[in-house]
């Protein structure tokens, strides 16, 4: 997908946010009334009743009851006949003085009027002579209350509903969430620094090719169920690490944070959201990365200028990310990425927007980290803040 493509998909394409969170909403409820409605005895009776309506036998008698004529009828034809004989010289005879009875017209008509006064032939007969014959029957009234059952509301919403994505949603369940409605960070399931291999790393450094420096959490707080990592002017001296002489201090003008949570471990088969937005010239991310480091996937990257979704193998290559033109990071975005078995997919709100079979970190655990950094390639740098309104992952159920 080439980037003017990208951009007019975007455009076009792209729900708002709270357009989004609202399908996600109504998705989920969605699928929770759809399957209610699957247990009540109304449904139940609504299947059978398809089931019994469709058959080639119903439909056969239907149309044997709706669409034949009274005149057609064995019941009209005997009628007829004894009007018929009814005026046969020798049956007037009959009706008149008695005489004649040995007559054949005679007796023809004695037979059908013996017959025809009978209750169940008088029964048959008012039957095939109403018009609405078909409502008095079983089947009918069996159609006439699945009919009625189709206008249930639970069962209308049933029929419209859209299956594909009720059954795409269930085939995973969330494993973890936050929305960020602590107030301590100590007390949260995230950590200042990077999640290494052996607590004997130092988790909470800095980098020395970096002008800002990770502030220990102290840049980190929540309000209104809000995470916000804050960039900020000031003078400090911290541990940095330089990728030759080891850990050393460095003094910085900026500081800002990384924290990492490694209470949820991210592994194939599953789905991370995030709702992010952030201002200023600056790097924002959020990524998932092993212990090892890399292979790692970026989640939401952001250089002060675009943002970019992708996955890396080293930390300064650009060759497997895709830039997002024409978002505006500013405003709240949901990022998903989904990690399944042979391919990572990511989603800018509604919208699909990069997929890969490369840098699959097969067989790894990753873990969040969501953080703020200047790079020295910066050519303006301003303070800034990261804010996340909540995260989800969710694992596909087996």
Not at 239 to 255: N, Q, R
Not at 341 to 364: A, H, M, Q, S
Request: one cysteine or more.
């Amino acid at each position: 997908m080439n980037l003017f493509f990208l951009r007019a998909v975007l455009r076009r394409e792209l729900l708002l946010t709270p357009k989004f969170e609202e399908l996600m909403e109504k998705t989920r409820l969605d699928a929770e009334r759809y399957r209610k409605v699957e247990q009540t005895d109304k449904f139940r009776e609504y299947l059978m009743l398809e089931k019994v309506v469709a058959s080639s036998d119903f439909q056969a008698k239907k149309r044997e009851l709706t669409r034949k004529k009274y005149k057609e009828t064995e019941e009209s034809r005997k009628m007829t006949r004894l009007a018929e004989l009814k005026k046969d010289k020798y049956v007037r005879q009959y009706l008149k003085n008695g005489e004649g009875e040995s007559r054949q017209s005679v007796i023809q008509y004695e037979e059908l009027r013996k017959e025809i006064e009978t209750e169940d032939f008088r029964l048959r007969n008012a039957f095939w002579q109403d018009a609405n014959r078909w409502q008095g029957t079983d089947e009918g009234r069996q159609e006439a209350r699945f009919e009625a059952l189709k206008k249930d509301e639970d069962i209308q919403f049933y029929l419209k509903a859209n299956k594909s994505a009720i059954e795409q949603f269930e085939q995973f369940e969330k494993v973890y969430e936050d929305d960020f409605t602590w107030t301590r960070l100590e007390a949260s399931d995230w950590k200042p620094g990077i999640v290494y291999p052996s607590d004997k790393f130092v988790r909470e450094h800095t980098f020395t090719n970096e002008l800002q420096a990770y502030n220990k959490g102290l840049n980190i707080e929540t309000a209104d169920s809000i995470l916000n990592i804050q960039t900020i002017k000031e003078n400090v001296t911290a541990p940095a690490w330089d990728a030759k002489k080891g850990m050393v201090m460095k003094d910085f003008k900026y500081t800002s944070d990384i924290i990492s949570n490694d209470k949820v471990a991210i592994e194939e088969g599953m789905v991370v959201q995030v709702k992010v937005r952030c201002r200023g010239f600056l790097n924002h991310g959020i990524y998932l990365r092993s212990k090892k480091h890399i292979p790692f996937i970026s989640l939401f990257d952001y250089t002060g200028l675009k943002a970019y979704v992708g996955a890396k193998d080293k930390l300064d290559s650009n060759d497997h990310l895709k830039m997002l033109d024409g978002l505006q990071p500013i405003r709240y975005i949901v990022y998903t990425v989904s990690w399944q078995k042979d391919e990572i997919v990511w989603f800018v709100n509604n919208l699909e927007v990069y997929r890969t079979k490369n840098l699959i970190p097969f067989g790894e655990k990753l873990y969040m980290h969501l953080y703020s950094f200047i790079s020295p390639k910066a050519r303006r740098v301003t303070e800034g803040k990261l804010q996340v309104d909540w995260v989800r992952v969710y694992k596909r159920k087996k």
